[in-house]
């Protein structure tokens, strides 16, 4: 006799479950290994260990404020053109987690992975606002990619690099269900039990680990409200819409196309 429901294998599930543990764990300390790279870099090249870029901002004059960004620009630009007249003649994989889970088997180029996250890390500790959190989830899935390749099947690959990514963001951003539920809708396109579950599993605990090496569950950051506005304020955020449909207006123009009518 058949049954309808078959029982999982267990063994099968621990297996998923121990990697998809440590797949978190990775992530996590990729994580934080580029937050205290960029804590150390900001105390040598700002003289500020504070953490906060507008601390560090603050307490610099007036001339450095312009060319520090400006320097940072140049030399990660630098980087990655004389890294890309080195690799000019060697077969590229993918440098981006997307492009890896969407069009590749979850290969990562790690040399040229490398090379982009050092490239981000210098734009951002010199005050560019490029964003730190796509460094950070780049590397969380190319830990995943690393240990993936090493310890699984080919098969398995790009399972295990989204549950890096996943897990990169829960880090980065504090938002495991968020980073869990994009990995397994946008770029897996299902939100099937076998394929979401090892996700929730590395963003869990990815997301515990950073908890417990940050000294607890602090927000990221602390937004001081204002109750009251005043009336420039108003009238500037009644300006926000029309400027906005402005800009979109000239980016579809920019790129020749037809700008959308406004509904």
């Not at 479950?17 to 790279?37: C, D, E, M, P, S």
């Not at 080195?86 to 994989?93: E, I, L, N, T, Y």
């Not at 897990?167 to 951003?173: C, F």
């Not at 607890?216 to 420039?232: E, F, M, R, W």
């Amino acid at each position: 006799m058949h049954r309808l429901h078959p029982y999982p294998d267990v063994q099968v599930m621990f297996r998923r479950l121990l990697i998809a543990t440590l797949i978190g764990l990775l992530a996590a300390l990729a994580v934080a290994l580029f937050r205290h790279a960029m804590v150390v870099l900001e105390t040598l090249l700002l003289s500020n260990d504070s953490g906060s870029l507008v601390n560090a901002a603050q307490s610099l004059p007036a001339w450095r404020r312009l060319v520090t960004p400006a320097l940072g620009g140049l030399t990660a630009g630098t980087l990655l053109w004389l890294w890309q007249r080195r690799s000019v003649a060697r077969p590229h994989a993918a440098t981006d987690y997307m492009e890896a889970l969407e069009t590749g088997d979850g290969c990562f180029d790690t040399p040229a992975s490398l090379v982009k996250s050092l490239a981000s890390l210098l734009v951002v500790v010199t005050g560019s606002a490029i964003g730190r959190e796509g460094a950070m989830i780049l590397l969380a899935a190319l830990a995943a990619s690393l240990f993936a390749r090493r310890f699984t099947p080919q098969s398995e690959w790009k399972l295990w690099v989204a549950c890096g990514a996943a897990a990169g963001m829960a880090s980065a951003y504090h938002a495991p269900l968020a980073g869990s539920l994009f990995i397994a809708e946008i770029l897996f396109g299902t939100l099937m039990l076998a394929s979401l579950g090892p996700v929730v599993i590395s963003t869990v605990i990815a997301l515990l680990l950073t908890q417990f090496l940050n000294g607890g569950a602090a927000p990221l950051y602390h937004v001081v409200l204002q109750q009251n506005l005043s009336a420039p304020a108003l009238w500037l955020n009644a300006g926000d819409w029309p400027a906005g449909r402005a800009v979109r207006a000239a980016v579809y123009l920019a790129d020749g196309l037809q700008p959308p009518r406004i509904r």
